[in-house]
Structure formats: structure tokens, C-alpha cells
């Protein structure tokens, strides 16, 4: 979507595994047992992708922490 900042949601799903998606995405972009497996996939989907927002949601459902992921290999970094 034009305009909108990159970012990434970790979220439980109702089968119990923890999912990386992107808002407005059909389908999770990865899947995994554990929370924290999920929260480094995303941060590492995010630095490759020129940075980012990370939401990382609770059991819940609400959010619980929200991070700023910087780009990965940024080709033009900003001077000073």
C-alpha cells in the first residue's frame, strides 16, 4: 500500500502457533511454536526490507510491544 510505513505483526493464532504478517495480507508470511522465533523472523523480514514497524501482539490479542526494526542493508545511508 502506497504511503504507509513498512511493518510486520506477530500474532497467536487460534491453532497456537505464532504468526509473522504483513496488515492487509491474505496469509501469514511465516509460522512458528514460539513467540520469540516469530518476533527474530520478523525483525529479520524488516531489516531486509528497508526497516520498519514491528507490533508484537499478546495472547490476548493486544498489543504489547511495538519496535522500530532499522534497514537491514541500507545502499544509501543517510550522511552524518
Known amino acids: 500500500m502506497a504511503g504507509q510505513a513498512?511493518?510486520?505483526?506477530?500474532?497467536?493464532?487460534?491453532?497456537?502457533?505464532?504468526?509473522?504478517?504483513?496488515?492487509?495480507?491474505?496469509?501469514?508470511?511465516?509460522?512458528?511454536?514460539?513467540?520469540?522465533?516469530?518476533?527474530?523472523?520478523?525483525?529479520?523480514i524488516l531489516a531486509a526490507d528497508g526497516g520498519g514497524e514491528l507490533r508484537v501482539h499478546g495472547t490476548d490479542g493486544k498489543v504489547r510491544d511495538q519496535r522500530t526494526i532499522a534497514p537491514g542493508n541500507d545502499p544509501h545511508p543517510p550522511a552524518g
Open 6 to 44: 513498512n511493518s510486520r505483526d506477530v500474532v497467536r493464532q487460534e491453532d497456537g502457533q505464532w504468526a509473522v504478517t504483513k496488515p492487509g495480507g491474505s496469509r501469514a508470511s511465516a509460522l512458528f511454536g514460539t513467540q520469540d522465533e516469530a518476533v527474530k523472523r520478523a525483525a529479520e
